[in-house]
């Protein structure tokens, strides 16, 4: 666990891919529901942003057989920026390759993590400029607040399975350069269940958490910015009026201190509506470890999250999950 | 001022008419911002419901040359109820006679306050039946909670203009049976600037406040409750976004302790949305009066209302306001 | 279930006793914690209030053996009704008699439920006036809000158990007067798991609850109110930090739309912080039922309480409970 | 106005130095009132933190003649970034000298900024490590939430005067590599009314803004971050019930975002509690101006702030403002 404080080469969480077997209803899911925009269509995919996202777009929708998560994408500090972590990543053996960039973005360094899942760095973004009549009267927010459903804000972090967590930890700290903010150890610290990492001031923007299946490439969840709590506990109101499974939350994480709710988009691919946590300015920043005795139930107030909380994720896969007694953790 | 806490012939407001010269900009303002419902439309007037309210309507719009209230509707505790106060306001000589009922409301006797504005009081009440698409999950809410705008809630109270603020008041309390919860007395306690009384727990659901102006049967603000100040504050931004006007708010009164954020609806009408406040329960309430030396500046927190407030009401008159140094007062 | 809408003669809860076995910790628990104010001070009992209870108490905190509640006391809506309604209780079989009242309360007639608690109903009560330093800047709020811990507002209402919820539910409407807002119903409507009733409207002040383990004149819990659900995040934090049980929430009833969070007072009892939920003001309200099969795990927005939420009560019994697999409902 | 997006040398703001006349008192309002901790006390200082401040402290008070600011305190990103900002500082003709560090910093180098303030930047910090008591159930808050008072959890931003707003926004840019968030420009772009920087994710940390009476060295406000609108709100109460004047808010502001309650301490100084905002990752940020038609009454939902909020600093100084008719911007 080499520290890297001194590399700043990743700005921030880009866009994120889902894949969805239920495209219309899960288009209806990010829209309709969570007040999501959406600002370019294709045939087979569907870009969105949040009222206060700057960028073009920071969630895809694809249509695909079934959930999971296609390619995450992180914005590069500089132009050198970019180049440097291409080359970083190209002599780790995880390059892909450069495109032309998806849209609302400029060239592109595709790559994998050691887990699998497809990611990208850039530096070219298009920056969203609404059409006059979703101008805000506030001059620094991208668009207006539109007050249908829920207004999520802004893409705010994900988290990813992996079989091996360490090493995909690693990865994001030596050659993305995040910072490791808290962790889940077991047996003596030896087993590493979860680890929660950030390039910006946000607690976390990427967390792996160990795929008690065996799996490669899964998603445990995608999360979404709302600025108040109160906007969370209406978000619960709206997806409980229209049906939607609420699989945890509103409450509080002992973890990020974040407030969460839990949902299943249409497509099987959890979402989370989060507000509160706390921001890390520390370039020293000493990592949080909770092992299986402290608070394991995991919530803060004293619940625990439910058994699918740790056994589903997309595409889901057979299989028994290698966690016989495991507390649910986060 | 004879108590009559033993009447308790009036359950709660029914429906306030708000008569606007801007139909269609004064439904989006109700529908589209506010996220009321139309339950019933005619040619000239649309009926409305918050999403909480039981009955089948709470607001009914009507088009009109210019904007104020039209008929303000009181729910009578039973049959009898209802016969003992159409005796009684027809003996005091504010009769007008029996109607059949406006939409979802049975046979009605209209009267009219000292001051001019009409008021009926009935009995019979359509309880609101959502369609079956629009139940809520919640048995006990009438419908289910659209996420769609402010999501105002139901119909809270109003404040009516009269130009002899006592003769009002006293109306209210002997043949309303209304109980007094708060005044604003300035000179000593002789002239008699506000009062706000109610027949039930909520603090006020009728107010009469001094017309400066001298004019008759006036409207001061119509208002509609939000479970969270969070609604009013996002409300704020909604109606912001929108290019509403808003005069005050949001912030938090003296009088009655609302949170409160007041616009202007299309036609003209003032309107608030309205949340906290507190119950009061005691049969023996005594009323708390404030004079022009208490926080006269009326905010809580310290700030003034606009001049506005207190000159501007519907039907807007001509005249120079009787109050050249009267400190903004709720 | 005779309708008695015309019967107004009980105004509110006026005060509850609560039993603690660990009373200084029990005093700390709801003075530093939730942030009451002790009024008065004998050997073995403390009088509490809220910031914005009238009353000069409405918590009566009195040393015992054991956890459980002791007199209920019900303020009555004049003189006249405190003499009917103790005639009536008394025709009832259920007087106990009259005593010189307790602190702060006038003559009361004592009486007991059905089910064997001890109630009482008066009419005096004693108003709380601050001491100088004490006042509000609000004339409305009878002290200071003081910013310590939670900071509850008032008592709100009581749920208790009865191992004859019908008979305890006939009794309150029939001979109090309460009106019935909500019911659980099992067993295609024959089995009475609870009754939610209230003289006025609040949602409910009293709740009858079933005593699966057919004890007799045990609570279930008392609630106090907050204004905000942010209050009730934040008490859950309080709580959380000085090692307090939460038993459940925050997270929103189906049954009443309560925003709740449970925890134990170091005496045992259950105690709530409540806020939301929707008031009542139809004189014919029809009351909202709900069986086993509509929304059983109870909390609105998709998770289970616990079954301790449905097994413990004070004083704890000895007992297999009479519900071999009852989903928790409230 | 040169761009530095690659100079990351400040971590984040470290510690502000208030000047108080009124040493005890001001030592209530931030212990008692604001709920911050005292950790260190001197004969003539008192060194305080939020309760999600990780440093020892964050915010100094002195004794001194009159209100103002001391010491501002910016940590560095690593030794060597330390070293680099010694040497620039220096070299501009800006540098005082090295110190051996105040409480809970090491090694700082002191330097004053263009219009005067003095202020050090430093590596070395003590983290706050709470005694058991005081330990929170969170492992990843430094000590427990207090529940006293507002509970205000961390400093935030703090605002200057300058009497060259351009001056001393370049040397916060090029000699300290913040990236300009937002200004405000009057006629036509010539005149720089105020400038809001960072050099983290937080919207801004440091502001400067005209100083319209010419004066030098003078603050603006220093502000306190809590997480929830309703802790804002919350906090407007308790400083009421204190008396202790509010100048403005709550509200929510144009630029920034952000949602504010400033108040004076008993010192004098302007102290504002905050939340809300949004955060800036984007690398290539522009900077969103606003000129004096651009809602140019501050405040975004429409009101307007007061007059002393543009003419009032601390140390107060005599002398017309240069500023006949500007409304009041922020």
Redesign the interface.
Known sequence: MTPT??L?DI??LGSVELLTPAFDRSLWYFHD?LGMEVVQRTATAAYLRGY?D?AATTLKLTAAPGPGVGCVAW????PEALERRAVALQEAGLGIGWTNGDFGRGRSFRFHDPDGHVMEVYWE?Q?YVAPPAQR??????PQ???????GV?RADHLALLAADVPANRGFAQNLLGFQLR?QVLYQNGTREIGSWMSP???HHQLAYVADLKGGHGRLHHFSLWV?????V??A???L??N?V????????H????G?YLYSYEPGGNRVEIYS?S??V???DW?P???NEH??GTGV????AL?ESFIRYATPDIEGEADAPRLPVFF
């Not at 803060?300 to 619940?303: I, L, Q, T």
């Open positions: 404080a001194s700043h700005a921030h529901l206060g700057h914005r590069a500090t500089s973004e920056r805000s009267t506030l001059k620094n927010l207006k607040y539109s007050g249908r459903g829920v804000r808290e910006n001031a946000i600025d108040n709590r109160d906007d506990l209406r619960a109101d709206i409980s009026e049906g499974f609420i699989e945890a939350g509103p409450a509080k002992n973890n990020s201190q407030f509160g706390f921001l300015m520390a370039p000493q949080v470890t909770w402290e608070r803060y107030w004293g619940g439910p």
